[in-house]
């Protein structure tokens, strides 16, 4: 449960957002149905901006009342402890979903925008570059925050900028892609601003060449990766020069369990939250494999699945080399 101390405070942000906003908003909704691991307690308020005035009047909100703030998109790349978060949650969806041409060559999208349907926008109007991104469940908005990336190829080889919102200050900028520092799954965007829209540049191509290569993806994708329970994808980020799933692999914790979480037999460095998980079961396993691999492998595997809320045991996951 989110703290009781924190609930008068939570109360009244919801109603003060709520009062000013368009979207809506919500007092300790349920956060699992909204991640891809299905695991996790409450936001202690949701909000689901509409526009760009939603995220301003949340903004300023936050900052007046002290709040922590968390902003979501599809949920793929996180884990939410069990008694959520005790914040306002800000999930980006509808009003920032649209997409748009940006010149003879460019793409345009709102932060709340599915990934893939960006890629196959931009394949119905022979442009390519997206393709990589064609199977990875993100938002426009999460994509760049992590820099999402498959096949060689990431976010930041296309991106030309991004729209940001800095919500505590009430202060949006157009950022160059070369102003976010992207490197492998890393973005220089703080916890408290939000990419409310982004660029892409791409290049003319052949509409059927595009396609094959996205079915191409979509077929290595379906043969290599397992899906029958909810997972966040990579867990562990590469270290340089190896793979974490052949690292997990070899320590022979392929299919290891911890309560409901589970190494996946098939695909090592993705953990399963099978029904009945707890998120601190997941994290619990996070920490025992990290801890194998090191022990094992004189390895240390860094989390890629962002972390979010309270764990017990919270300082035993390294997240520092
Ligand atoms: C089956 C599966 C396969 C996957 N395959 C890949 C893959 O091939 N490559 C890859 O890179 N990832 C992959 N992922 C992980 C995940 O899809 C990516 O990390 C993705 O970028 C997360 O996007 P999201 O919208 O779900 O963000 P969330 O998971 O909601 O959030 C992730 C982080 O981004 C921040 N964030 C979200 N939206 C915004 C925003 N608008 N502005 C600022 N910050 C924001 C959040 O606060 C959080 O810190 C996979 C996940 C799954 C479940």
Same mark, same amino acid.
């Given at each position: 449960?989110?703290? #009781?101390?924190?609930?008068?405070?939570?109360?009244?942000?919801?109603?003060?957002?709520?009062?000013?906003?368009?979207?809506?908003?919500? @007092?300790?909704?349920?956060?699992a149905?909204?991640?891809s691991?299905r !695991?996790?307690?409450?936001?202690?308020?949701?909000?689901?901006?509409?526009?760009?005035?939603?995220? #301003?009047?949340? &903004?300023?909100?936050?900052?007046?009342?002290?709040?922590d703030?968390?902003?979501? &998109?599809?949920?793929s790349?996180?884990?939410?402890?069990?008694?959520?978060?005790?914040g306002?949650?800000?999930?980006?969806? $509808?009003?920032? %979903?649209?997409?748009?041409?940006?010149?003879?060559?460019? +793409? %345009?999208?709102?932060?709340?925008?599915?990934?893939?349907?960006?890629?196959?926008?931009?394949?119905?109007?022979?442009?390519a570059?997206?393709?990589?991104? !064609?199977?990875?469940?993100?938002?426009? &908005?999460?994509?760049?925050?992590?820099?999402a990336?498959?096949?060689?190829?990431?976010?930041?080889d296309?991106l030309?900028?991004?729209? !940001?919102? /800095?919500?505590?200050?009430?202060?949006?900028?157009?950022?160059?892609?070369?102003?976010?520092?992207?490197?492998?799954r890393? =973005?220089?965007?703080?916890?408290?601003?939000? +990419?409310?829209?982004?660029?892409?540049?791409l290049?003319?191509?052949?509409?059927?060449?595009?396609?094959?290569?996205? %079915?191409?993806?979509?077929? /290595?994708?379906?043969?290599?990766?397992?899906?029958?329970?909810?997972?966040?994808?990579? =867990? @562990?980020?590469?270290?340089?020069?190896?793979?974490?799933?052949?690292?997990? #692999?070899a320590?022979?914790?392929?299919?290891?369990?911890?309560?409901?979480?589970? !190494?996946?037999?098939? /695909?090592?460095?993705?953990?399963?939250?099978?029904?009945?998980?707890?998120?601190?079961?997941?994290?619990?396993?996070? +920490?025992?494999?990290?801890?194998?691999?090191? $022990?094992? /492998?004189? +390895?240390?595997?860094?989390?890629?699945v962002?972390?979010?809320? @309270? @764990?017990d045991?919270?300082?035993?996951?390294? =997240?520092?080399?």
């Amino acid at each position: 449960m989110v703290p #009781e101390e924190g609930d008068e405070t939570l109360r009244q942000a919801a109603e003060q957002i709520a009062a000013a906003a368009s979207g809506r908003v919500a @007092f300790r909704e349920p956060l699992a149905p909204f991640t891809s691991f299905r !695991v996790g307690g409450p936001a202690g308020v949701l909000v689901e901006p509409k526009d760009e005035r939603d995220l #301003e009047v949340a &903004g300023s909100v936050v900052s007046r009342l002290g709040l922590d703030i968390l902003i979501l &998109g599809r949920g793929s790349n996180v884990l939410i402890g069990d008694d959520g978060f005790p914040g306002v949650v800000i999930r980006m969806g $509808k009003g920032f %979903e649209w997409i748009r041409r940006a010149g003879d060559d460019g +793409v %345009e999208a709102g932060g709340g925008a599915n990934l893939p349907q960006v890629a196959n926008w931009a394949r119905r109007r022979s442009l390519a570059g997206m393709e990589f991104s !064609v199977a990875i469940p993100a938002t426009v &908005g999460g994509g760049v925050a992590m820099n999402a990336g498959a096949h060689g190829s990431s976010l930041s080889d296309v991106l030309e900028s991004a729209r !940001v919102c /800095h919500l505590a200050e009430g202060r949006t900028e157009e950022i160059a892609a070369a102003g976010l520092s992207m490197t492998y799954r890393k =973005t220089a965007v703080g916890p408290g601003s939000l +990419v409310c829209s982004a660029r892409f540049r791409l290049t003319p191509g052949d509409p059927a060449e595009i396609a094959a290569r996205m %079915e191409k993806y979509r077929v /290595h994708r379906t043969r290599t990766q397992p899906a029958e329970a909810p997972n966040a994808g990579s =867990t @562990f980020r590469n270290p340089t020069g190896s793979s974490a799933g052949a690292l997990i #692999e070899a320590s022979g914790l392929k299919g290891h369990r911890i309560g409901g979480a589970e !190494v996946s037999p098939k /695909h090592a460095n993705f953990f399963f939250a099978r029904p009945g998980a707890k998120a601190q079961d997941v994290f619990d396993l996070m +920490v025992f494999v990290q801890s194998e691999v090191e $022990k094992k /492998h004189g +390895v240390r595997l860094l989390p890629e699945v962002r972390i979010i809320g @309270f @764990f017990d045991n919270a300082d035993e996951l390294k =997240t520092t080399s």
